[in-house]
């Protein structure tokens, strides 16, 4: 399993990644495999409004539901679209093909407040 | 805690991930639920499905006592053969969905969906007739080999004529040098067979056909794929799809009740209900707009809640969204336009055919 250093995560397995002004969001690898394979997922739309902790969207397998939160609040500026058609990118790369949105922060405090992959990696064996 | 197979070890060893179904610890998936439904549709697949209960009838009093609790026709059924049908209340309703396996008139298998193993025979016991009942649902293993080349596999382990044993037929035999009832029966719409074998001879056995199958690349698979499996050819799942409030009519399994036959548990009911027409039918739909419908989700028309899903998921061979649910029967004819709300929104459904995947010479 897979936590990239340089990302931030939340409690319930997003991660999120700077990327110039934006905060780029997605789902860990652990989420990924928790999950088993991705066939549908339903994301906000650009101009949307996501607030921090609260459910942006939702991810399914065949057999799960999960909800999607959001690690910081703010503004949709961007959706990955593509994952409508392919959303087996969330499991065959979660961190980079498999992103989901991508958020103009409100408070770019926020982001400092997640856990670093230490803190994650400790959260996620505490999860067994 | 969950009660455990006698293959539970070997799924450890398979790095299975285990969950709990109906009181049992059962594998949920090996290497991916959409890998090991396509190696069952398109090769070979394994699943452990020793949670299964089987109940015996045996005496000269066996099959008229089970032709009396039993829905479908048993003076149909020759040594050898098998039959599926229901086991109904006075009221009609179902007790549970059930295979027969006729060994001879005087020695009858009944294999149980596993959460009703108590129950089942409790009400077989209650309804013996005279007959010798017995739960030996502890003493089988059950294995089922499924998809087009699990005859080539099985072959390589038995020197019973797999030939001879035609769909829904069985016969006694030795595999890997186990002794099995040998059935053609399964539950995932593809050629296949199902094995019930000594419990303690089930890992044996387990491990002789994945050996066996290595070269057409067998899986073993778990009840995620069994249910997607079982879903794309609509076959009810207890529980889900029907329960002791629902009937065989509403279920959309009256090829199964032979009202015509004589006098059974239920029938008096079952008659009055097809004379006075039905409430509900259980019908298969499509999804016509993006989302997942599940158990449980309100099927809408107009605004008002009409129906309820009682199965629902995305059909790994035809790429869309299927699922069963009961309806009104004026809105359940093929082509009915619905909705299945999800998440609170309403997302179009269509009424389709079922089975919705057609398997080529099944």
Redesign the interface.
């Known amino acids: 399993m897979t936590i990239p250093d340089d990302l931030k995560y939340t409690k319930d397995h997003e991660w999120a990644r700077q990327k110039g002004s934006k905060v780029v969001v997605g789902i860990t690898d652990f989420a990924q495999d928790q999950l088993g394979d991705v066939v549908f997922v339903e994301l906000p739309a650009v101009g949307d409004e996501v607030k921090r902790g609260e459910s942006f969207g939702v991810v399914e397998s065949t057999k799960a539901v999960s909800e999607l939160f959001a690690p910081v609040s703010g503004k949709v500026v961007e959706v990955n679209s593509p994952l409508a058609d392919a959303p087996e990118s969330i499991n065959e790369d979660p961190y980079e093909e498999g992103w989901m949105i991508a958020i103009e922060p409100s408070n770019p405090k926020e982001l400092t407040e997640l856990l670093d992959a230490k803190a994650y990696k400790a959260h996620v064996d505490e999860q067994g | 805690m969950a009660l455990r197979t006698p293959l539970y070890a070997t799924h450890l060893r398979h790095a299975a991930?285990m969950v709990e179904f109906a009181g049992w610890d059962m594998p949920?998936?090996y290497a991916?639920?959409?890998e090991e439904h396509e190696a069952v549709r398109s090769a070979v697949g394994l699943f452990d499905v020793s949670h299964m209960g089987e109940v015996v009838f045996r005496g000269p009093k066996a099959l008229a006592a089970l032709q009396a609790v039993f829905t479908n026709d048993l003076s149909k059924v020759a040594d050898g053969q098998a039959q599926y049908g229901c086991l109904c209340r006075d009221d009609g309703g179902i007790v549970d969905d059930v295979v027969i396996y006729r060994r001879t008139a005087e020695d009858l298998l009944v294999c149980v969906n596993a959460a009703n193993r108590q129950k089942d025979f409790d009400w077989l016991k209650a309804h013996a007739g005279g007959a010798d009942v017995r739960n030996e649902s502890d003493d089988w293993g059950q294995v089922a080999l499924q998809g087009p080349k699990a005859v080539q596999v099985l072959r390589r382990l038995t020197s019973t004529n797999l030939d001879a044993i035609g769909t829904y037929r069985h016969a006694p035999g030795t595999v890997a040098g186990v002794p099995c009832l040998v059935a053609r029966t399964g539950y995932t719409g593809e050629d296949g067979f199902e094995l019930f074998c000594p419990a303690a001879q089930s890992e044996p056995l387990w491990n002789a056909l994945m050996e066996a199958g290595r070269p057409e690349g067998i899986q073993p698979a778990g009840l995620?794929c069994r249910?997607?499996l079982r879903l794309e050819m609509a076959y009810r799942l207890y529980g889900s799809d029907m329960d002791d409030q629902t009937s065989p009519l509403e279920a959309g399994l009256a090829w199964v009740v032979k009202l015509d036959k004589g006098e059974f548990v239920g029938r008096a009911a079952l008659l009055k209900q097809k004379e006075q027409g039905l409430s509900r039918k259980l019908v298969g739909f499509q999804l016509t707009e993006?989302?997942?419908a599940?158990h449980g989700h309100p099927v809408v028309r107009d605004g008002r809640t009409v129906g309820v899903v009682t199965s629902g998921?995305?059909s790994?061979s035809l790429k869309t969204?299927i699922g069963l649910a009961y309806v009104p029967p004026a809105l359940a004819a093929e082509g009915s336009a619905l909705g299945v709300e999800i998440?609170g929104k309403p997302v179009a459904a269509t009424v389709v055919k079922t089975p919705f995947l057609s398997r080529k010479g099944h």
């Open positions: 991930r949920v998936q991916g639920l959409i995620g249910d997607t993006p989302g997942i599940r998921t995305r790994p969204s998440r």
